[in-house]
């Protein structure tokens, strides 16, 4: 029985599993006859997206297995049967059984059974890998298009904070993504996970059903390192709405059952001590279960080591340089620096950058994660209202101004805004583009310039917009 993996199906039509389990008796040789349970679930692409329901309104698992007694269940695809089952190196690769009637086939390898397709039928996608990116809430779209520029990678849908994707193959470039707060590989989607205190034995059950090791080989694919075979493992839990009990229950309740069906696994509460992340996120009744593809969340950035009142999140300011599209050779300007951290970010994807404030401390910073980062960049000590940079000159302007809030402005603020906008406008090519990080939208539409987007984001409890402009 140990042999038996149930992959957990996950729209809501899929209930369960309906298998002509073998008496007793006839289980005692499940073990060495190797039997594969696989799920005619959404990695198998299209055809489990409109496969039919059987009369109970189910998918059936399928399995095979060498005992002449066994039962096999069936399923004719809209595009024809496949006779087969694999167990691929990093998942369970879902393959269509033929008709076939008990006892009838003479028992086959692994290999064989995958390699024989129907004719005519496309080849199943044995290497592909489900994913989900977790990033800043109003950057979804932006998330999604970076996601999508990787080669081999389709993405799936976007909702709150949560992008998915589907990638032909593990792949290490998937660890240089810059928008995204974190990349997981998707394990798993429950339903029916409501806000009473009996979800919490809904999720421990959910949890027992879990077979994380495919997972786990992806991401010592990807991240060019062997997975412990017994490896440490941490929790991270979230929810959205008010619920009777907490994210460190739900770190428990999982965790258990983690441990108890993969033996030699530990759970540890100290993430930086772990091997793998398991993510479990509840939004409304769904939970979406991942791990970690990295071995650490990809929005921490090494380089930044060195902050100021306002300084920005990196993958809010990546997010930036992609909407404002930085190409290799463009002449980037922020005229309210900070920390550098849009400047370094721009640096990274070839962008010439100079950039400049008026608080001394603040362009130490800036020097100090550029060097960290290895970027170059040019900083200056300047009025952002009076640039020294030559009229026309620039091709992409990002910035996050200040407004009087975190950092003080002497002036009146909407009039700093103005002096800014203009003097962003004057050194600007005809076709520049330019992205503002604000709290205040109107200041920056008064600027006169051609609004592209506007974003609304969550960040730091509040809820600015990142505009994209041209002239």
């Excluded at 009076?386 to 975190?406: E, Y």
Aim: charged share 25%.
């Amino acid at each position: 029985r140990d042999e038996i993996s149930i992959l957990q199906a996950r729209e809501q039509r899929v209930q369960g599993a309906l298998l002509d389990v073998p008496n007793d008796t006839q289980t005692r040789g499940l073990g060495e006859a190797l039997v594969n349970l696989v799920a005619m679930h959404r990695s198998f692409g299209e055809e489990a997206e409109e496969a039919p329901l059987n009369r109970q309104g189910r998918f059936s698992y399928l399995a095979q297995c060498s005992i002449p007694e066994y039962s096999w269940s069936e399923y004719t695809g809209p595009t024809g049967s496949v006779k087969g089952k694999m167990r691929h190196p990093g998942r369970l690769v879902p393959v269509l059984y033929s008709r076939c009637r008990t006892g009838s086939a003479k028992p086959r390898g692994i290999v064989e059974w995958a390699e024989q397709e129907a004719p005519g039928h496309k080849p199943a996608r044995r290497n592909m890998v489900d994913l989900f990116a977790v990033t800043t809430r109003g950057l979804e779209t932006v998330s999604a298009a970076e996601l999508a520029a990787l080669p081999g990678v389709t993405v799936g849908t976007t909702s709150y904070r949560r992008v998915t994707a589907r990638v032909a193959a593990p792949d290490p470039a998937l660890l240089a993504l810059r928008t995204i707060d974190d990349l997981f590989v998707d394990v798993a989607t429950w339903e029916a996970i409501g806000p009473e205190r009996a979800a919490l034995a809904t999720l421990r059950a959910c949890s027992a059903r879990l077979d994380l090791r495919p997972a786990a080989a992806t991401c010592g694919i990807v991240r060019a390192q062997s997975i412990p075979h017994a490896p440490a493992f941490s929790v991270t839990a979230n929810f959205v709405g008010r619920r009777n009990y907490t994210s460190d229950e739900i770190k428990v309740a999982c965790a258990r059952a983690i441990e108890d069906r993969h033996r030699g696994w530990t759970y540890t509460s100290d993430d930086r001590e772990a091997d793998l992340n398991v993510r479990v996120f509840v939004e409304h009744t769904t939970a979406h279960v991942g791990i970690r593809l990295a071995s650490e969340p990809l929005q921490n950035r090494p380089y930044k080591q060195d902050h100021v009142p306002g300084s920005l999140r990196p993958q809010v300011a990546a997010a930036m340089v992609w909407l404002a599209g930085v190409r290799p050779g463009d002449r980037v300007l922020d005229p309210c620096c900070g920390a550098g951290t849009l400047l370094v970010e721009a640096a990274f994807r070839g962008g010439h950058t100079l950039g400049g404030d008026p608080d001394p401390t603040a362009l130490l910073a800036a020097y100090g994660n550029a060097a960290t980062a290895r970027a170059r960049v040019s900083l200056q000590r300047w009025d952002a209202r009076a640039l020294p940079v030559a009229d026309g000159t620039v091709t992409c302007v990002l910035t996050n101004p200040p407004w009087g809030r975190k950092v003080a402005i002497e002036a009146d603020a909407e009039a700093f805004y103005a002096a800014i906008g203009r003097e962003v406008a004057r050194v600007a090519t005809p076709d520049a583009r330019i992205v503002v990080l604000t709290w205040v939208p109107e200041w920056v539409r008064a600027w006169g310039l051609r609004v592209v987007s506007e974003l609304e984001i969550s960040l730091y409890g509040r809820t600015p917009y990142v505009m994209a402009l041209v002239r």
